[in-house]
């Protein structure tokens, strides 16, 4: 039997500077996760890209505004039932005890049930 791979979180903000790099921190040694955090705004620390969604299992964006971005701009990385949105406002500085206690509160309840996607098949076995 081989073991299950971690579930793959990608948190989302606008410019990946305050709120998705607290939700990264604080989640990093989260048993079972493995995290990243990107921002939608093409001047953020890490630009979200395809590439960083099709890695991810679930995107837990901060904002609906975020999902939206995504739908429109990287629509099919990741199917819609696996984008979550938070609702939290951009009025927190990076590691607030308040969006750390927020944090805290809903993300791992949001992803008890959430486990990882299935890997597509190696190509010689297509």
């Known amino acids: 039997m081989t073991a299950r791979r971690p579930l793959r979180v990608l948190f ?8 998705s790099p607290t939700a990264e921190t604080i989640f990093r040694e989260h048993a079972g996760w493995e995290v990243a955090s990107a921002g939608t705004d093409r001047t953020a620390d ?3 890209t395809r590439d960083l969604l ?15 971005w995504i739908r429109s ?4 990385a990741l199917p819609d039932d696996r984008i979550l949105i938070l609702g939290i406002p951009d009025d927190y500085d ?10 805290n509160r809903t993300v791992p309840g949001r992803l008890e049930h959430t486990s990882p996607r299935p890997l597509d098949p190696p190509l010689h076995s297509r």
């Open 54 to 68: 099709e890695w991810a299992d679930v995107a837990v964006c901060m904002q609906k505004q975020h999902r939206d």
């Open 73 to 76: 701009k990287l629509k099919g």
């Open 12 to 19: 989302v903000c606008t410019q990946n500077k305050l709120r």
């Open 46 to 48: 890490t630009p979200l």
């Open 94 to 103: 990076y590691m607030d005890a308040e969006l750390v206690e927020l944090l």
